[in-house]
């Protein structure tokens, strides 16, 4: 009756406990599977649909004209057999002529033809303007919080307000920009616009209240308190990880505060800090909601350095020639443009969908996705080598 | 306190019945040293007697914590009172050097470190600044090892050539006096040795200051030692008397390893 191999002493209660413990295992397992089985099929949807309308067989491989023209309407024109011929405004009239009586219809879909560089050029425009800018506004900040200011109530205010603009809906963001870059920020002119807010005479000008109207400054501003928590976050992290020890040495060789800072801090923090501005980037470059009201138009047939300038006479100088070229240079920054957010938008949202706009739209997307994917991995990739390289 | 610092040598740095203090809680209370010039002096102590307190209150690092203040008497470095108002940190700290315990070279090249004190001080001349970085290593006992590296990365020296490019980074100012926290703590005994060479070799051109929780080192490498314990001066003296006959009980005590 007693025999050794009887009883199991660690018997569990198969009936409850066991099939909870399973049931709690798969609902774990199936959830995170199904977030990832979501992110493949969107990726998968859209290099399936885009990659061939941006990439080609034979040389240069590459969609050149997708990808080096303005976007425009896209002209489609059926013979009575029922081909369609797809071309631009300009080649529209010489088919329907060739074809003669078997033209039977032409619909047109706008913003479909063409190609993207104009959302191109405006997104990289607007992402340098940004960076730029909260990059030197949140170093700035990220060295007072880390370097000079003392620890205490007043810095943890700081970094609660810091958190919370990173918590603001972009949305609000985009109508701060609207009211503050596009409708008051000042400017120097002689004719202030009538909508001014105030107008302070100068010497010989007056600054006008009036905003700086949609433009890529104002868009860029606008995107840079958009990435600025981001910046600053990452850029006092990476202070932090400079040794004290480093500020100590420096400090005992007697350098100012400012000198320690400059060459025994910043120099080993800017690699981290340039590392993490991409993902700024990569945010500043994906934002609709900023750009809607400050900067971005649905539909621009030039780009922003295409601009009529009055003809320099026959016999202007070389003076004259540089001051044009200047000129042309700063007119991008005042200058509306199209990004590649707000262009899939309206692809999206504000045209009818059938087979012709679809080239456009998928390959507007998969350009994007594949620009802000690049940008994440060379920050990560980045952020792995100078781990190894950086260590003391 | 019993002392026996001879007379006739002005002192170099003399710290006056000195409190020190973080906040409301007194660090070290009526200190009263006189370190004389061009010798080795050694701050013993059992931990948190108050022995780095009172290196650091020598070239003002103390500045750096908040709260932190001499809360009585004075700090005189060269016959003058450091926290006078028109003392300036910069010259304080370019003649009263330091190497700190964790050896700490810059993430630059070698020749960069040893520059890089000069280079704060708005030293342009790249001749003087070559001669400054060879004579630093030079006495830091360096330069034969180091002459033909000198653009090589500082972070690939061993621990004890780290060590020593640090104080030759601290003396490439030329300061009249170098404060040393523990330089060897983080060192194996052969690197230890080493800089222990290097320290009697500094005390011809340069009055040392050593803090140190090793009693050998301190008889190794000093004239003269002082014992702290609780944030007082115990004991303040020659070394090779101090160890042989201590006029202290509690330096005694300290000193035969029988401490309670």
């Known amino acids: 009756m007693m025999s050794n191999e009887s009883a199991n002493p660690f018997a569990g209660d198969q009936s409850s406990a066991q099939r909870r413990e399973t049931t709690v295992r798969w609902l774990l397992r199936l959830s995170t599977f199904l977030i990832v089985a979501v992110t493949v099929s969107i990726v998968a949807h859209i290099f399936i649909k885009g990659a061939p309308i941006t990439f080609r067989k034979e040389f240069p491989f590459v969609n050149v004209k997708f990808l080096t023209e303005l976007p425009g309407t896209l002209h489609v024109i059926f013979d009575k057999q029922g081909n369609a011929i797809e071309t631009d405004v300009n080649g529209a009239d010489g088919i329907k002529k060739q074809l003669g009586d078997n033209f039977r219809e032409e619909k047109t879909i706008s913003y479909s033809g ?137 400090m005992a060789l007697g350098a100012t505060r400012w000198q320690t800072i400059w060459r025994a801090v910043l120099p080993f923090a800017t690699p981290g800090i340039l590392t993490s501005s991409i993902l700024g980037i990569a945010r500043a470059a994906g934002e609709t909601a900023p750009i809607m009201f400050t900067a971005a138009l649905a539909f621009k047939d030039k780009l922003p350095w295409q601009k009529d300038m009055p003809p320099l006479p026959a016999d202007a100088g070389m003076f004259a020639h540089w001051e044009q070229s200047v000129q042309r240079f700063l007119g991008i920054f005042t200058e509306s443009v199209q990004a590649l957010p707000y262009h899939i938008y309206t692809l999206a949202a504000r045209i009818p969908h059938n087979e012709y706009s679809e080239r456009a739209q998928y390959g507007s997307v998969f350009v994007f996705l594949v620009l802000v994917a690049s940008l994440a991995a060379t920050s990560i990739w980045m952020r792995r080598r100078l781990r190894g390289k950086y260590k003391w | 306190m019993p002392t026996d610092s001879n007379p006739a040598q002005p002192s170099i740095v003399e710290v006056k019945d000195m409190d020190f203090a973080y906040g409301s809680k007194t660090a070290l209370h009526g200190i009263n040293l006189e370190v004389e010039r061009k010798r080795v002096t050694a701050l013993i102590g059992p931990s948190g007697c108050g022995k780095s307190t009172l290196l650091r209150c020598i070239n003002r690092m103390n500045d750096r914590v908040t709260g932190a203040r001499i809360a009585k008497g004075e700090v005189r470095v060269k016959g003058k009172n450091i926290h006078d108002a028109d003392v300036d940190l910069t010259q304080l700290r370019k003649q009263v050097g330091m190497v700190f315990q964790k050896s700490n070279p810059f993430p630059k090249t070698i020749y960069e470190n040893v520059a890089y004190g000069l ?142």
């Open chain 2, 119 to 260: 280079r704060v001080h708005g030293e342009k001349d790249g001749e003087v600044i070559h001669e400054a970085v060879e004579r630093a290593l030079t006495q830091a006992a360096l330069w034969d090892e180091l002459k033909d590296r000198l653009q090589a990365h500082a972070l690939g020296l061993s621990g004890g050539q780290q060590q020593r490019l640090c104080i030759a980074r601290a003396i490439a100012t030329q300061p009249d006096v170098l404060l040393m926290d523990e330089p060897c703590s983080a060192l194996d005994p052969i690197a230890t040795l080493k800089i222990e060479e290097l320290i009697h070799q500094l005390a011809r051109d340069y009055t040392v200051i050593i803090v140190t929780h090793n009693m050998q080192q301190a008889v190794r490498v000093s004239d003269y030692t002082a014992f702290l314990h609780l944030g007082k001066l115990i004991e303040f003296g020659e070394t090779e008397r101090m160890f042989d006959r201590p006029k202290e009980k509690l330096t005694e005590s300290y000193l035969r390893g029988t401490f309670s």
């Open chain 1, 114 to 250: 063409g190609g993207i560089l104009g959302p191109i050029v405006g997104t990289a425009l607007l992402v340098v303007v940004s960076v730029t800018i909260a990059l030197f506004l949140g170093v700035c900040s990220a060295i007072y919080l880390s370097e000079y200011a003392s620890k205490g109530k007043r810095v943890e205010m700081i970094r609660l307000a810091i958190l919370n603009l990173a918590g603001v809906p972009s949305v609000v963001f985009g109508l701060f920009g609207l009211g503050a870059f596009v409708l008051t920020a000042p400017v120097l002119t002689d004719t202030p616009h009538e909508r001014s807010l105030l107008v302070i005479p100068l010497l010989f000008t007056k600054l006008s209240f009036q905003g700086w109207d949609t433009c890529v400054l104002s868009g860029g501003f606008t995107l840079a308190f958009v990435i600025l928590p981001v910046i600053i976050t990452a850029s006092e992290q990476c202070l932090q990880a400079v040794p004290q020890g480093f500020r100590e040495t420096s």
